[in-house]
């Protein structure tokens, strides 16, 4: 957000039509009004969703609005805290969904154990997790992971932000989709802002961003995923010495691993 082809007057005709539309309903909580918008700047009404959205944090990143607490506290009080004229939007942001689904098998669904997780600690980067090493991705749930959210003050720092951001994120044990998003936000056709609903169905665009995602050989690590590999490593041979020392102590003497008071 925003769209990079559809001018400020369309886009202050969208948030009238919303309003009307949310008005009309005596709507009185947290929505989302969707459109599509052809290439000529005509819009053509889809539906109201009357709930968060799974693309709520974008919204919040440019307006500065906490939309969770916004939503709670609407409920609360029955009132909003501003009016729609003190909303002010600044910026670009772009949000990434990470799967477990494997984009060369259709997209399908992955299951597994996570083994090693490296988020990245990045400048004008929002994380939407709950990951942590050792859990069980299941087939019981949803196979969305995180969700990446970036801002930068125009679309091509935004974009970059994200490229940045995917390259440094590892998860290890299960099969996600973070490559294939890498390839897809760099591509000539999103970097253009020439991209569209079907983009993906197009075939000879799907067989590029797949061969290009199969061209690394995941059997060659890189240096970084090497050192997370080791650090992964010596850390659980560090704390299984500590244990067995600890266990072989026990044995001997319980006062060494006490704290005097």
């Given at each position: 957000?925003?769209?990079?082809?559809?001018?400020?007057k369309?886009?202050n005709?969208?948030?009238?039509?919303?309003?009307?539309a949310?008005?009309?309903?005596?709507y009185?909580?947290?929505?989302t009004?969707?459109?599509?918008?052809t290439?000529?700047?005509?819009?053509?009404?889809?539906?109201?969703?009357?709930?968060l959205?799974?693309?709520h944090?974008?919204?919040?990143i440019?307006?500065?609005?906490?939309?969770?607490y916004l939503?709670?506290?609407i409920a609360?009080?029955?009132?909003l805290?501003?009016?729609?004229?003190e909303?002010?939007?600044?910026?670009?942001?772009?949000e990434?969904?990470?799967?477990?689904?494997?984009?060369?098998?259709n997209?399908?669904?992955?299951?597994g154990?996570?083994?090693?997780?490296?988020?990245?600690l990045?400048?004008?980067?929002r994380?939407?997790?709950?990951?942590?090493?050792?859990?069980e991705i299941?087939?019981?749930f949803?196979p969305?992971?995180?969700k990446i959210?970036?801002?930068?003050?125009?679309r091509?720092?935004?974009?970059?932000h994200?490229s940045?951001?995917?390259?440094?994120?590892?998860i290890?044990g299960?099969?996600t989709?973070?490559?294939?998003?890498?390839?897809l936000?760099?591509s000539d056709?999103?970097?253009?802002?020439?991209?569209?609903?079907?983009?993906?169905?197009n075939?000879?665009?799907?067989?590029?961003?797949?061969?290009?995602n199969n061209?690394?050989?995941?059997?060659?690590?890189?240096k970084?995923?090497?050192s997370?590999i080791?650090?992964?490593?010596l850390t659980?041979?560090t704390?299984?010495?500590?244990?067995?020392?600890?266990?072989?102590?026990s044995?001997t003497s319980r006062?060494?691993t006490?704290q005097?008071?």
């Amino acid at each position: 957000t925003p769209c990079n082809f559809v001018s400020q007057k369309t886009l202050n005709k969208l948030y009238s039509t919303a309003l009307k539309a949310v008005n009309a309903i005596s709507y009185e909580n947290i929505g989302t009004v969707e459109f599509i918008v052809t290439p000529d700047e005509n819009f053509y009404f889809l539906e109201i969703n009357t709930r968060l959205q799974v693309e709520h944090a974008i919204t919040e990143i440019t307006t500065g609005i906490d939309l969770v607490y916004l939503q709670l506290h609407i409920a609360t009080h029955n009132k909003l805290p501003f009016t729609q004229k003190e909303i002010v939007k600044t910026g670009h942001a772009i949000e990434c969904r990470i799967y477990s689904e494997n984009p060369s098998n259709n997209f399908s669904p992955c299951t597994g154990k996570i083994n090693i997780l490296q988020l990245p600690l990045e400048p004008f980067t929002r994380i939407d997790h709950d990951l942590e090493k050792e859990k069980e991705i299941s087939p019981f749930f949803d196979p969305m992971l995180a969700k990446i959210i970036t801002f930068g003050r125009n679309r091509s720092t935004t974009i970059k932000h994200m490229s940045h951001s995917l390259k440094n994120l590892h998860i290890h044990g299960i099969t996600t989709n973070i490559d294939f998003l890498s390839k897809l936000i760099t591509s000539d056709e999103f970097e253009s802002g020439k991209f569209h609903t079907q983009l993906l169905n197009n075939k000879k665009t799907l067989n590029k961003l797949l061969s290009q995602n199969n061209n690394s050989d995941i059997t060659e690590l890189s240096k970084e995923e090497i050192s997370i590999i080791a650090a992964t490593l010596l850390t659980k041979i560090t704390t299984s010495s500590s244990q067995k020392l600890t266990r072989n102590e026990s044995k001997t003497s319980r006062w060494r691993t006490q704290q005097w008071k």
